[in-house]
């Protein structure tokens, strides 16, 4: 065993079992979590058990809804290639689990289980796939240990690492080192963090810069679902709005002070507000700011199509990457807070994309910035001036819509890549 190991396996995987143990005592995720892996190698035997004719396994470990929904392409291709390959989806969260339990592109689904040394053993004895692939970063020390012990080929994938990451510190650095040389091949989501892993971590091991899934897997999803399958009422007043997504209360005062002085100007401009956790009491707050701004609101739950609104509140989660279809320009929340979020959305229905000054957080708002695609805005004031230009101007909106087009058309076909790289590890 390796010094990394023994440290690993010794002093972190004890202290990390009663961490856990210890959390949920106060966090009810944390219980499900513990709960839910009681059962997990009964549950697993049972299943392969049921199909131990298909050998061909692939293992795909999403850590929580956001890293599966970058898996979904590799998903997909996998099974459109490789239509016998037995399709196998392990989660971290509970919160994953329990939305991924009916869905039909996945085989088998099982919690990951805690990666002690022993627990690992067995999850890979009855498991026993020929590939194993990460999403991101969730890469757990002994499950990429043993399976290079067993000679199971294993991809991470959508890979990157900022130059200020904590990985990087001393010591973690090391030990980031002692996994990241146990990968068969890293796939990261540019040249550039492509260099950086090799820089940090691994100057000589196989990594490759494929694109990020998440292009794909947005695209995917502009195409899936019809936007007046999300009304249940007529859609064309709401058609050509400025749609507000994810929005946090410090990004809600801006916009909708913005919005209430362009609607002085522009007769008919309505807004799509979905904000990032619509509780009611969210909710509520944004009606009371609204009715302060004079503006007219509706809940989506509650619109038949006939009431008279300047803003309509989304009270449903799950939708947004669709409503962004009903953009004439688009706002990214959280750039007035915590951080930008995800600005792929948007533009993949190529719609002008505007955003705070918190931004960092995401590469792709900064490369959009710099590919002209992306505009920082900075208080309400710029908010509304930009709105107004792009409400007048249609030249300026339509080369700024496509723009955020080209941009997302020219960063998809990640999901192929990566399966031209592993192909002979699927073909089995």
């Keep these: ?34 709960r839910g892996r009681k ?9 392969f058990a049921e199909q131990s004719d298909r050998t061909n396994r692939v293992l795909i470990h999403a850590a929580s ?13 996998i099974r459109e290639r490789y239509p016998d390959a037995l399709l196998c989806v392990s989660v971290f969260s509970p919160s994953a689990f329990d939305h991924l339990k009916q869905n039909s592109e996945i085989d088998i689904l099982t919690y990951l289980p805690f990666d002690s040394r022993k627990n690992v053993l067995r999850f890979l004895q009855i498991v026993n796939p020929s590939v194993i692939i990460f999403i991101r970063y969730d890469l757990w020390p002994n499950l990429v240990w043993q399976a290079h012990k067993r000679g199971i080929y294993t991809v991470l994938i959508d890979a990157s690492l900022q130059q200020t990451s904590w990985r990087q510190k001393p010591v973690i650095r090391q030990f980031n080192q ?8 890293i796939c990261a989501i540019s ?3 492509a260099e950086h892993i090799r820089t940090a971590f691994v100057p000589y091991a196989p990594v490759i810069a494929t694109g990020d899934t998440r292009f794909d897997q947005v695209v995917f999803r502009a195409k899936e679902k019809q936007i007046s399958e999300i009304f249940s009422f007529p859609v064309d007043n709401w058609l050509q709005s400025f749609v507000a997504g994810s929005t946090w209360p410090e990004d809600e005062s801006i916009v909708l002070t913005a919005f209430a002085k362009l609607c002085q100007q522009q007769v008919g401009a309505r807004l799509i507000l979905a904000s990032h956790e619509p509780s009611e009491n969210h909710l509520a707050g944004c009606e009371r700011l609204c009715k302060t701004l004079k503006l007219r609101t509706v809940r989506l739950s509650r619109n038949t199509g006939t009431e008279q609104a ?9 939708i947004l990457a669709n409503l962004y279809a009903a953009a004439s320009v688009a706002f990214v929340g959280g750039s007035f807070g915590p951080g930008v979020h995800n600005v792929i ?24 910035t710099n590919a002209g695609c992306g505009t920082i805005v900075r208080n309400a004031d710029e908010l509304y001036g930009l709105l107004q230009r792009l409400y007048t101007d249609s030249n300026l909106r339509n080369d700024l819509a496509e723009r ?20 002979s590890k699927l073909s089995i």
């Design 191 to 193: 040249e550039q963090a």
């Design 310 to 318: 300047d803003v309509l509140l989304i009270d449903r989660i799950g």
């Design 1 to 34: 065993m390796s010094l990394p190991s023994i440290i690993y396996n010794i002093f972190v995987i004890p202290l990390l079992y009663i961490g856990f143990h210890v959390l949920s005592l106060f966090h009810a995720k944390v219980r499900r979590g513990i």
């Design 65 to 77: 809804m956001g890293e599966f929904e970058q898996a979904r392409p590799i998903l997909r291709t």
């Design 345 to 368: 959305e948007p533009a993949a229905h190529s719609a002008p994309v505007l955003f705070g000054p918190q931004m960092h957080n995401s590469p792709e708002a900064v490369d959009m």
């Design 39 to 47: 059962a997990l190698f009964d549950h697993l035997r049972q299943k």
């Design 404 to 423: 955020a087009r080209q941009f997302v058309a020219a960063r998809t076909g990640a999901d192929r890549r990566i399966i031209e790289l592993i192909h």
């Design 178 to 185: 002692a996994i990241f040389a146990k990968l068969d091949l």
